[in-house]
């Protein structure tokens, strides 16, 4: 963050010091909710937790180099302190159902203007870009490579991971201080405001919008109602920013009309103005496309997996010239990217020779289908085609229409001709996914239904051969990664015992 003085950040959240002997003691360095990662000069975040409470780690904090503690209450060391009604945050992804007393939100709600303060002062100074990245699916992937193609022009600072509520987006927000030239931003909702509310916090000059899907259908009720939040990023851009619109997706190409800010189309479509021709797919389901932008063309062959990758990588490169790459060096960047993320599309093959695709972080219909299509290309690609399994598990969040996505991804698996379908799982969208591909035509042992993740990693060993290519992907409140780690580490140790 920029620096402050402890009295500077009192009057900017509207908190009043307590046992502090130097109101104009100066914050250096970062904000931290987690007392282990407290460095000399930073702001301890006392948070509720589910399990814990922050403030009783303040003193800790403040002993390991915190100048002081933003809290909602006196805590014995010097402190920060926001009253209970301080402000309102919007419920996003982190819940705070534990919070009875609102110190919760009270401290949310100052770390989020915090934040918001801080990033302003940096663009006025410093000249510091936020580049904002939504959609249904896709952000993480975009946003680790935003980062690659920024690098290039200066410092970048992104969150780890998809830390992208509305804890994460202000503690990544202040992450960036007077060095960063580029802070890029994930913004997640889960209703309509969300997405506006974290705009405050961190006004975005550019942002990029990649799809309307239904992830968390269930939240937003219509797929209208996604378009909607998801547009409140471009609504919030200034006259002068950019608007990044997927040309291919015409409840995104739609948002146009609802930003003041210069648009810029991307995708495969002829009227894109940054579009991508030629794509091929390799042996590792890598894409291969040419790159077309301002008249020129490039040849790009990405590093990351999936041919999903391509509309990323479009959002990602035209963000990159907006800030003043040429196109050689976005084409560069993008060649060199590596999936920055845990989870995400991590593609590893074992000494004996079976490849993971651990895309077990998240899912929804639209990732599920381009995890789907990746396996079967990565599989069936080479000079002898291998056997494929798909591990499931539920994607949460869809509401009512749960049992007709899930049934869906099993007759897509089916029509993919992926070679094991294995389900996780005993409630009724599993059983629909199951269901979904017998009826599709898996008639023998292609699919099967197991009730958890011991079943799934009994069967697997049991049954997995080298040269096999296995993706798990589940929402991740199922913890299928969990498969997915044991395969690594089997395959590891079968090396080692053969050694």
Request: proline share 5%; glycine share 10%.
């Amino acid at each position: 963050m920029i620096e402050m003085t402890l009295r500077e950040i009192a009057d900017v959240v509207g908190g009043e010091l307590h046992d502090v002997p130097d109101p104009e003691a100066l914050v250096t360095g970062s904000v931290e909710f987690d007392s282990r990662r407290i460095g000399p000069g930073d702001l301890f975040l006392a948070l509720p937790g589910a399990n814990s409470d922050g403030h009783d780690y303040a003193a800790n904090a403040v002993e390991a180099g915190a100048v002081a503690v933003l809290a909602a209450r006196p805590v014995g060391v010097p402190a920060i302190v926001v009253a209970p009604d301080a402000g309102t945050v919007p419920a996003t992804s982190v819940a705070l159902s534990h919070d009875g007393d609102g110190s919760g939100a009270a401290v949310l709600a100052a770390l989020a203007e915090l934040a918001r303060v801080s990033t302003e002062r940096l663009a006025e100074r410093t000249g510091l870009t936020v580049v904002g990245v939504t959609g249904s699916s896709g952000k993480t992937s975009t946003k680790d490579l935003l980062a690659a193609v920024l690098a290039p022009l200066g410092p970048v600072v992104a969150p780890p991971g998809s830390f992208n509520n509305e804890l994460g987006h202000p503690w990544t927000a202040l992450r960036a201080d007077a060095d960063t030239k580029f802070l890029a931003l994930e913004m997640s909702a889960r209703g309509v405001g969300h997405i506006a509310a974290l705009a405050r916090i961190a006004p975005p000059r550019i942002g990029v919008v990649l799809n309307v899907g239904t992830a968390h259908l269930g939240e937003f009720g219509s797929r209208e109602a996604i378009a909607q939040a998801k547009g409140e990023l471009v609504e919030a851009l200034p006259a002068e920013g950019l608007a990044v619109l997927n040309a291919d997706d015409p409840n995104v190409a739609a948002m146009a009309s609802r930003t003041k800010a210069r648009v810029v189309m991307v995708g495969l479509s002829g009227d894109a103005d940054i579009r991508a021709t030629d794509v091929t797919t390799d042996d590792q389901a890598r894409a291969r496309f040419t790159l077309h932008a301002g008249g020129e063309s490039v040849p790009v062959q990405l590093a990351v997996h999936g041919e999903h990758q391509v509309g990323n990588a479009l959002s990602a490169a035209a963000v990159a010239l907006e800030c003043g790459a040429d196109l050689a060096t976005v084409a560069q960047a993008l060649s060199g990217a590596r999936a920055a993320s845990v989870r995400r599309m991590d593609v590893r093959t074992t000494p004996d020779g079976i490849t993971v695709i651990n895309d077990s972080y998240n899912a929804n219909p639209d990732s599920v289908r381009a995890a789907l299509k990746a396996l079967v290309t990565l599989a069936k690609s080479g000079p002898e085609p291998r056997r494929s399994w798909a591990v499931l598990g539920e994607m949460g969040e869809l509401g009512d229409t749960s049992v007709i996505e899930h049934d869906a991804i099993g007759r897509l698996a089916v029509r993919l001709d992926v070679d094991r379908l294995i389900v996780v799982g005993t409630g009724r969208p599993s059983r629909g996914m199951h269901q979904g591909a017998v009826m599709e035509g898996s008639w023998g042992e292609e699919s099967i239904l197991v009730p958890d993740i011991s079943a799934a990693i009994a069967l697997l060993d049991d049954e997995i051969a080298a040269g096999d290519v296995v993706l798990v992907k589940a929402s991740k409140a199922v913890g299928l990664w969990a498969v997915a780690e044991h395969l690594t580490r089997a395959g590891e140790g079968s090396s080692e015992a053969a050694r």
